[in-house]
C-alpha cells in the first residue's frame, strides 16, 4: 500500500511539473529558480544527459555556476570548475572545507570508515596508510603483484577469448584485475576473481549497485531519497540489499584477519594488518571495528574501481584513435627486447618506467573521464570563494566537477575535448607535470591520492601486456555512455573482439 501511495505522489508531482515548468530555462538559457522547488526540475529533466548538460552550463557561467535547491529544506549546490576555487577549498582553507554531514549521509555505505571522518578523527588513518604505502617493501612489493596478475590472470583470460573467436567486455575484465589487486593489497589474499574459470563475484555487484545509489542521493531532494527508503523503492530499495551485503563481507574480513593475526599465521604485509598490529604508543590511537570495516570498504573502492574505469575509457579512446593507438605501439617496440619486437613479451617494471607516451594517454583519459566525476565539500561558516562567489554552512554545498574541469576552454585550452596525450609531453621528452587543482582526478591538499603511482603502474602493465600482444576492436556501434554513478563505469560494458598478434 505505501508503495503505491508513493508512486501516485511521484506521478502527480511529475503532472504538475509537467504542466508548470515546461520552460526550464530562463531567458539566459540557465535553469529557472523556481518558487518552492528551486532548480530541481532542471535538473530531473536533463537527468539522461546530467554531465554534458552541467558541461555546457558551467563552460557559459564562466567556471562556477549556483544549482538553487528546493525551498526551506533544500541545499544550493555551488559548481565550481574553477582552479582558483578549488586549490582554496581542498589546499589552502582546507580545515574549512570537510564532505560535511550531508556527504556522511550520502556515502552512509561506508559507516564511520576514513572517508567520512574529518580532521582529528581523520589523520590517524591517514597515518596508517603514509606508513603503508612508505614501506620500503612497498613498492616491489606492489608492483610484483600487478606483474603477476598479468602474467596469471589476465592473460590466459585473454587468451581464451582469442583462441575460441568472440567478444568479451574489457570493463569486467578490468574491474576483476583491479578486485583481486586490490584485495591482495587491503585485505592479504588473492580472491582470483580473473581466471578463466570467471566466478561470480557478489562484492562487485553490490558496490556497483551502491556507488549508483549514491550519485542519485546528490541530485534528488533529501526528502525524497530518504522517503524511498522508508518505502523500499526506487534506487535506495537495491541499496539496502547491497549494503547488508558489504557490512557482511567487510566483519567476516576483519574477523579472520584477526584470528589468523592471533594465531601467528596471519601474512604480515596488508592494510588490513597494519591497522591491527599498529602499537604506536604515542599516538595513543586504537581504531574501532566498525571505523576498520568502512574503511576496508572504502579502499576497496579507492582501489578497484578508480583504476578500472580509467581502463576501460583508455581502450576505447585509444581504439577510436588509430594515430595514438600506433604511437604507442611504436614506443613499445622500442622498449622491447629486440627478440621479443614481434613476438609474446611481457614488460617489466623497468620497461613499463621508460613508456612516456602510454603514461601521457593515461594521463589524457584520466582528464577526460575522472574516475570519480565530482567531489564535494561543506564550507563550516560562510565565506566568500576566490571568484566572489558567496557561501554559507548549511545552506551551500560545493560540488568539484573533475569531469567539468576536463572539458573547461579556461582550463585546458581550445582544444580540451580532444584526446591529444602530447599535452602531457614535455619538450624534453618527459611528463609534464599540472598542479592537482587543475588535475584534481587524484585529488589536492591533504587528502590527495596516496596510492597515484601504484594505479599508474598497474594500468600500464595492463595496458602494454594487451596492446603489444593482441589485437582488438570494439564490436558494433558501442555508444559510450557515462554510468550515472559515483564512479565514472561506461553504462553498457566495453565489449571487445581480441585475437593475439604473435603465433
Known amino acids: 500500500m505505501a508503495t503505491i501511495v508513493y508512486y501516485a505522489i511521484l506521478t502527480a508531482i511529475s503532472a504538475i511539473f509537467f504542466i508548470l515548468f515546461s520552460t526550464l530555462t530562463n531567458k539566459n538559457g540557465f535553469p529557472r529558480n523556481w518558487?518552492?522547488?528551486?532548480?530541481?526540475?532542471?535538473?530531473?529533466?536533463?537527468?539522461?544527459?546530467?554531465?554534458?548538460?552541467?558541461?555546457?552550463?558551467?563552460?557559459?557561467?564562466?567556471?562556477t555556476m549556483i544549482f538553487k535547491g528546493p525551498w526551506l529544506f533544500g541545499t544550493d549546490m555551488v559548481i565550481t570548475a574553477d582552479p582558483a576555487n578549488v586549490q582554496y577549498t581542498s589546499s589552502t582553507k582546507f580545515?574549512?572545507?570537510?564532505?560535511?554531514?550531508?556527504?556522511?549521509?550520502?556515502?552512509?555505505?561506508?559507516?564511520?570508515?576514513?572517508?567520512?571522518?574529518?580532521?582529528?578523527?581523520?589523520?590517524?588513518?591517514?597515518?596508517?596508510?603514509?606508513?603503508?604505502?612508505?614501506?620500503?617493501?612497498?613498492?616491489?612489493?606492489?608492483?610484483?603483484?600487478?606483474?603477476?596478475?598479468?602474467e596469471k590472470g589476465l592473460i590466459p583470460v585473454l587468451d581464451k577469448v582469442a583462441t575460441n573467436p568472440g567478444t568479451i567486455d574489457l570493463q569486467e575484465v578490468f574491474q576483476r584485475y583491479t578486485y583481486d589487486l586490490t584485495h591482495c593489497l587491503v585485505i592479504g589474499h588473492d580472491p582470483s576473481s580473473l581466471s578463466i574459470q570467471w566466478p561470480e563475484v557478489p562484492f562487485?555487484?553490490?558496490?556497483?549497485?551502491?556507488?549508483?545509489?549514491?550519485?542519485?542521493?546528490?541530485?534528488?531532494?533529501?526528502?525524497v531519497w530518504k522517503l524511498q527508503g522508508f518505502l523500499g523503492v526506487g534506487k535506495e530499495k537495491p541499496l539496502k540489499k547491497a549494503k547488508e551485503f558489504l557490512n557482511r563481507f567487510a566483519a567476516e574480513q576483519v574477523s579472520m584477519k584477526g584470528k589468523d593475526l592471533s594465531?601467528?599465521?596471519?601474512?604480515?604485509?596488508?592494510?588490513?594488518?597494519?591497522?591491527?598490529?599498529?602499537?604506536?604508543?604515542?599516538?595513543?590511537?586504537?581504531?574501532?571495528?566498525?571505523?576498520?570495516?568502512?574503511?576496508?570498504?572504502?579502499l576497496m573502492v579507492a582501489g578497484k574501481d578508480t583504476t578500472s574505469s580509467a581502463l576501460s575509457w583508455f581502450f576505447w579512446l585509444v581504439s577510436h584513435h588509430p594515430f595514438v593507438k600506433h604511437k604507442i605501439e611504436e614506443e613499445l617496440k622500442e622498449n622491447?627486447?629486440?627478440?621479443?619486437?614481434?613476438?609474446?613479451?611481457?614488460?617489466?617494471?623497468?620497461?613499463?618506467?621508460?613508456?612516456?607516451?602510454?603514461?601521457?594517454?593515461?594521463?589524457?583519459?584520466?582528464r577526460?573521464?575522472?574516475?570519480?566525476?565530482?567531489?564535494?565539500?561543506?564550507?563550516?561558516?560562510?565565506?566568500?570563494?576566490?571568484?566572489g562567489h558567496h557561501v554559507y554552512p548549511k545552506k551551500s554545498l560545493i560540488v568539484i566537477?573533475?569531469?567539468?574541469?576536463?572539458?573547461?576552454?579556461?582550463?585546458?585550452?581550445?582544444?580540451?575535448?580532444?584526446?591529444?596525450?602530447?599535452?602531457?609531453?614535455?619538450?624534453?621528452?618527459?611528463?609534464?607535470?599540472?598542479?592537482?587543482?587543475?588535475?584534481?582526478?587524484?585529488?589536492?591538499?591533504?587528502?590527495?591520492?596516496?596510492?597515484?603511482?601504484?594505479?599508474?603502474?598497474?594500468?600500464k602493465a595492463a595496458a602494454a601486456a594487451i596492446i603489444h600482444n593482441y589485437n582488438f576492436h570494439m564490436?558494433?556501434?558501442?555508444?559510450?555512455?557515462?554510468?550515472?554513478?559515483?564512479?565514472?563505469?561506461?553504462?553498457n560494458g566495453l565489449q571487445a573482439a581480441i585475437t593475439r598478434r604473435w603465433a
Open 35 to 63: 518558487p518552492l522547488v528551486g532548480t530541481v526540475p532542471a535538473l530531473i529533466s536533463n537527468s539522461y544527459n546530467l554531465l554534458e548538460w552541467a558541461t555546457a552550463l558551467t563552460e557559459r557561467a564562466g567556471g
Open 95 to 150: 580545515s574549512s572545507y570537510p564532505r560535511g554531514s550531508k556527504s556522511k549521509e550520502f556515502f552512509d555505505v561506508f559507516g564511520v570508515g576514513y572517508f567520512n571522518l574529518e580532521a582529528d578523527e581523520w589523520s590517524p588513518h591517514r597515518r596508517i596508510f603514509r606508513s603503508f604505502f612508505n614501506h620500503k617493501q612497498f613498492a616491489a612489493y606492489s608492483t610484483k603483484l600487478a606483474l603477476d596478475k598479468v
Open 204 to 223: 562487485l555487484k553490490a558496490m556497483s549497485v551502491a556507488m549508483e545509489a549514491v550519485f542519485y542521493r546528490h541530485f534528488l531532494p533529501e526528502g
Open 263 to 298: 594465531k601467528g599465521n596471519g601474512e604480515s604485509y596488508s592494510i588490513l594488518t597494519t591497522y591491527l598490529t599498529d602499537e604506536d604508543e604515542k599516538f595513543n590511537w586504537k581504531v574501532s571495528n566498525d571505523a576498520l570495516m568502512g574503511s576496508l570498504l572504502t
Open 336 to 366: 622491447t627486447p629486440k627478440d621479443k619486437v614481434e613476438n609474446f613479451h611481457l614488460f617489466t617494471q623497468e620497461e613499463l618506467d621508460k613508456l612516456v607516451y602510454l603514461h601521457a594517454a593515461l594521463c589524457e583519459t584520466i
Open 368 to 387: 577526460l573521464f575522472p574516475p570519480v566525476p565530482f567531489q564535494t565539500r561543506t564550507p563550516l561558516k560562510s565565506d566568500v570563494l576566490p571568484t
Open 401 to 459: 566537477p573533475v569531469y567539468i574541469m576536463g572539458r573547461m576552454t579556461a582550463v585546458w585550452g581550445n582544444d580540451c575535448r580532444e584526446f591529444k596525450p602530447e599535452r602531457w609531453i614535455t619538450e624534453k621528452g618527459e611528463i609534464k607535470h599540472e598542479p592537482s587543482h587543475k588535475f584534481f582526478a587524484f585529488n589536492s591538499g591533504p587528502r590527495i591520492c596516496l596510492g597515484r603511482e601504484l594505479a599508474f603502474t598497474q594500468m
Open 475 to 491: 564490436v558494433g556501434e558501442q555508444t559510450a555512455r557515462p554510468l550515472k554513478s559515483i564512479i565514472l563505469h561506461m553504462e
